[in-house]
């Protein structure tokens, strides 16, 4: 199976293979992938940004930036670490530390490079399904609030 039709399976799977949007049970031969931050916008294409999607559903929404969309990235994020989506192996901390330290995440950054989780005094840095780092930093220092 190709990587992408992989990580199809895995969204549909961990969607329940509902559309997110709109509730409805989805084929999985006639779903599509939504970036559910627009990836015309800016959005990645890592898995946490991904959600299973009717084609309707996926038409309508086109290039709209749903209300909810740092709610659902952060649950997805928690979600891949505790499935073991996101690949662990430059850090220190052992999957489930990572996970327990995922649970404080209350913020998105997003730059060219990398989607930055942010929870106090703590950065997760993720690119091409890694968290690559996890950096501390005194609770007193300004959040990131820029895209670099």
């Given at each position: 199976?190709?990587a ?5 399976k ?11 949007i ?11 992938l939504?970036?559910?931050?627009p990836k015309s916008?800016?959005?990645s294409?890592?898995?946490f ?7 309707q559903?996926?038409r309508?929404k ?17 979600r ?14 052992t ?19 990398n989607?930055?989780?942010e ?8 690119s091409?399904?890694?968290?690559s780092?996890?950096?501390y ?7 990131l609030?820029?895209?670099l």
């Amino acid at each position: 199976m190709r990587a992408k039709e992989i990580e199809k399976k895995y969204v549909y799977e961990r969607d329940l293979g509902t559309c997110f949007i709109c509730g409805k049970p989805v084929r999985r031969n006639k779903m599509t992938l939504d970036h559910y931050y627009p990836k015309s916008m800016g959005g990645s294409t890592e898995v946490f940004n991904l959600v299973c999607c009717c084609k309707q559903c996926n038409r309508l929404k086109r290039s709209q930036v749903p209300k909810d969309w740092e709610a659902v990235n952060i649950a997805l994020f928690q979600r891949a670490i505790l499935d073991r989506r996101l690949n662990l192996s430059r850090l220190a901390q052992t999957p489930a530390e990572v996970y327990t330290l995922s649970q404080r995440v209350n913020a998105i950054i997003r730059t060219r490079y990398n989607v930055i989780f942010e929870a106090p005094g703590i950065r997760f840095y993720v690119s091409d399904g890694s968290i690559s780092k996890i950096v501390y930093f005194d609770v007193r220092e300004e959040p990131l609030d820029f895209v670099l």
